[in-house]
Structure formats: structure tokens, C-alpha cells
């Protein structure tokens, strides 16, 4: 049994963001979302009617409705 203990490129645990949209990686997710907004404004189409905070897509759009805004529809049963 030879237990291949050699000195390989060790895994750190530092959590690595990968832009979507381009090979870019980030150490941290806000330095992602920077990235993204710096160099990705025009991919992000849908746009809050509350606050203006943009979106790419319509479900991260109503994500943050409910979580920024929690809007209330009252459902009848
Ligand atoms: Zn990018
Ligand atoms: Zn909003």
C-alpha cells in the first residue's frame, strides 16, 4: 500500500465565486456581485418597481420582492 502522500496542490477551503458570465473568480460573493455589476450592468434586465434594484431573471427578481419587500397579497380562499 503506497499512500500518495506527495506534495500536490492542496485544496484550501476558501470559498471561490465563478462569474457566470466570464472566467473571473472572486473570493467573495460581494466581490462577485461588484464584478458583475461593474462589468456586467446590461445582464441584468429585470428591474424592481419598488426599489430599482435590477435582476437577471424574473424569479431573482421576485426573490428579492419577497425578501427585501415581503409584499403582502391577500389571498381569498
Ligand atoms: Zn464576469
Ligand atoms: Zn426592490
Avoid at 431573471?57 to 389571498?75: D, F, G, N
Amino acid at each position: 500500500m503506497a499512500s500518495s502522500d506527495f506534495g500536490g496542490p492542496n485544496k484550501e477551503r476558501e470559498p471561490v465565486m465563478i462569474c457566470p458570465l466570464c472566467p473571473i473568480k472572486r473570493e467573495d460573493e460581494e466581490l462577485l456581485e461588484a464584478h458583475i455589476a461593474d462589468e456586467h450592468m446590461e445582464w441584468y434586465p429585470w428591474q424592481c418597481s419598488i426599489c430599482e434594484k435590477k435582476r437577471a431573471t424574473v424569479e431573482m427578481l421576485q426573490e428579492h420582492a419577497l425578501a427585501a419587500h415581503r409584499e403582502q397579497e391577500s389571498k381569498a380562499n
